[in-house]
């Protein structure tokens, strides 16, 4: 039979260490503008403590939906932003109700998913489009205007899937506090995460958001650079980049802007906004009033021969007998 081995004390010491926490630290607390930075206190903290930071990862995803009895053109448009946006996520159609708010906060946190573009059709004429952050908002409501699809353009440029864009705003941007933050809310909801696992480490294409007359329009382009096939790109070449407009294009009109998701306080409202029930009822009332100009002409002109009558020709019946 196999000797039993001795059993050697363990030291006091040895059993109260306590094991080193191999957990992560904590990244820095992400806000709408930005990054909070660490405290000095922490910068100058010894290297004894491992307390080393670890670099911030970007886990923005975006979900994508539709209302139910969206038209053909508004759908093409939404396959043409969930082509450009490989972080973004595709789910069914939801009901455009009073309850839309909580269905989609719901599926949001159902998604992981920290962002939402909800386009909203209304009467099969009208697009509005939601940009949310969830679950603390805020949540910013669009008029969607100049639709212009891929199908539809059939531009010339051409750029590669997946890849990162660089995102250029106007300088009117920063002119004012709703600017800025949908300038946050545009950069956040848009950019790429950097090593994303559908995201390729090119960055060959534009997002130009401009402001003009009040309306962001949004302008996709690729970067193109003249080379060589078996050279590489010279640094000289660079000034010779062009970009090649590729599609879609569309423009955003703000209407409100809230501080909740799907809905809360106002924060701001866009006091030069016409609803397009507003501009259709307008022009019907331009096309009644046509008709009841007519009308009230003809009225007129009867009114005026029964108070002007003509007075009995004499030469009438002259040659009435032969």
């Not at 009033?289 to 009438?316: C, I, Q, S, W």
């Amino acid at each position: 039979m196999a000797k039993k081995r001795k059993r050697t004390d363990v030291p006091a010491e040895a059993a109260g260490a306590e094991k080193p926490d191999d957990s992560a630290p904590e990244r820095p607390p992400r806000t709408l503008f930005g990054f909070k930075e660490p405290a000095p206190d922490a910068e100058a903290a010894p290297a004894e403590a491992g307390s080393a930071v670890a670099p911030f990862r970007n886990k923005e995803k975006v979900l994508i939906t539709c209302s139910r009895r969206i038209t053909y053109r508004y759908r093409h448009l939404m396959q043409d932003i969930l082509s450009l946006l490989p972080h973004a996520k595709k789910d069914s159609k939801v009901e455009s109700k009073q309850s839309k708010g909580s269905a989609l906060n719901e599926l949001l946190e159902l998604r992981s998913c920290s962002s939402c573009l909800f386009f909203e059709c209304r009467k099969q004429k009208d697009l509005y489009l939601w940009m949310v952050k969830s679950p603390g908002g805020p949540s910013i409501k669009f008029l969607v205007n100049a639709v212009h699809t891929m199908e539809e353009l059939k531009l010339t440029g051409n750029h590669l899937k997946g890849s990162r864009p660089l995102i250029t705003f106007s300088t009117n941007f920063d002119e004012q506090p709703h600017w800025k933050l949908v300038k946050e809310m545009i950069t956040q909801i848009f950019a790429t995460p950097k090593d994303h696992r559908k995201a390729k480490p090119f960055h060959d294409h534009v997002f130009a958001f401009s402001i003009v007359d009040g309306h962001v329009w949004f302008r996709n382009y690729q970067i193109s650079v003249p080379h060589n096939e078996i050279d590489k790109v010279d640094k000289g070449g660079l000034d010779k980049m062009t970009l090649i407009e590729v599609g879609p294009r569309f423009c955003l009109n703000p209407i409100k802007i809230f501080g909740g998701s799907f809905g809360g306080p106002t924060w701001y409202e866009n006091p030069y906004y016409i609803s397009p029930n507003q501009i259709r009822a307008l022009e019907k009332r331009q096309k009644a009033g046509k008709y009841a100009k007519k009308v009230k002409a003809k009225v007129r002109r009867k009114m005026h021969e029964m108070e002007n009558t003509l007075e009995p020709d004499e030469f009438a019946e002259l040659w009435k007998g032969e």
